[in-house]
């Protein structure tokens, strides 16, 4: 079984705080996105990789930058937190190829920013 | 650049009722569609997937889903709904030039009274 884990289910932030997200994955898979989830917003792509150092921006990557030091990990950054970073961010990875394949999500970390 | 809805944010309906929640994308391309769904504190897990041939795709748990392309539709469907299938469900599509990229609709939360 494909198994996607971050780093804290629950965090609390002050405004202008540097904030990390963890997402670690265990089948060697290529690609790793970053969404935030919001109600009504359902997920929306912040940002992907699909190699070590490589990333893409996605729909909404303003206020957010990522690093991909190592395949299995990809950390979100939040550079200065802001109260409308206030989210669900999901992570979420999938093996490389031509084809369209399946993405394995993570827990979630719900992410409140006072 | 693609996008999906979902009309209905929530829904509530007595155990033994039919579901039918409806999902419409704009992408007139080739697409692969899927259906998500977060049953409440777990993890976002693929409910069933269309990719080619049958428009009438099958998932776990007794759901399913008809592609109707002349509606660019994917609604999802199950004849008989039973409490422990209160969760929000996300219709998410992949056009075939997207890459790696799903784009989710806003999802539907579902609540199924025992």
């Known amino acids: 079984d494909v198994k996607v884990t971050q780093s804290s289910r629950y965090l609390v932030k002050r405004t202008g705080e540097k904030v990390f997200l963890e997402c670690v994955q265990d089948?060697?898979?290529?690609?790793m996105f970053w969404y935030r989830q919001d109600p009504g917003l359902g997920l929306r792509l912040i940002y992907f990789?699909?190699?070590?150092?490589?990333?893409e921006k996605g729909d909404i990557p303003e206020g957010y930058s990522v690093s991909r030091e190592k395949k299995e990990r990809f950390s979100l950054i939040l550079e200065s937190a802001s109260t409308n970073q206030t989210s669900m961010y999901l992570c979420?990875?999938?093996?490389?190829?031509?084809?369209?394949?399946?993405?394995?999500f993570g827990p979630g970390t719900r992410l409140t920013v006072l | 650049a693609q996008s999906v809805s979902q009309h209905n944010h929530h829904v509530i309906l007595s155990e033994a009722a039919s579901l039918e929640l409806g999902c419409n994308y704009s992408?007139?391309?080739?697409?692969?569609l899927f259906w998500y769904v977060q049953y409440p504190g777990q993890h976002l897990q693929l409910l069933l997937k269309?990719?080619?041939?049958?428009?009438l795709v099958k998932g776990i748990k007794g759901f399913e889903a008809e592609f109707i392309k002349s509606k660019f539709s994917f609604n999802l469907r199950k004849p008989s709904v039973q409490w422990s299938d209160t969760a929000e469900y996300f219709c998410?599509?992949?056009?075939?030039?997207?890459?790696?990229?799903?784009?989710f609709g806003g999802g539907t939360r579902l609540m199924v009274k025992p």
């Open positions: 990789s699909y190699d070590v150092k490589m990333k």
């Open positions: 089948m060697d898979h290529e690609n």
């Open positions: 979420a990875s999938r093996a490389g190829g031509s084809d369209y394949i399946e993405q394995f």
């Open positions: 269309y990719f080619s041939g049958d428009p």
């Open positions: 998410a599509v992949n056009a075939y030039n997207a890459g790696n990229m799903l784009t």
């Open positions: 992408y007139g391309g080739t697409v692969n």
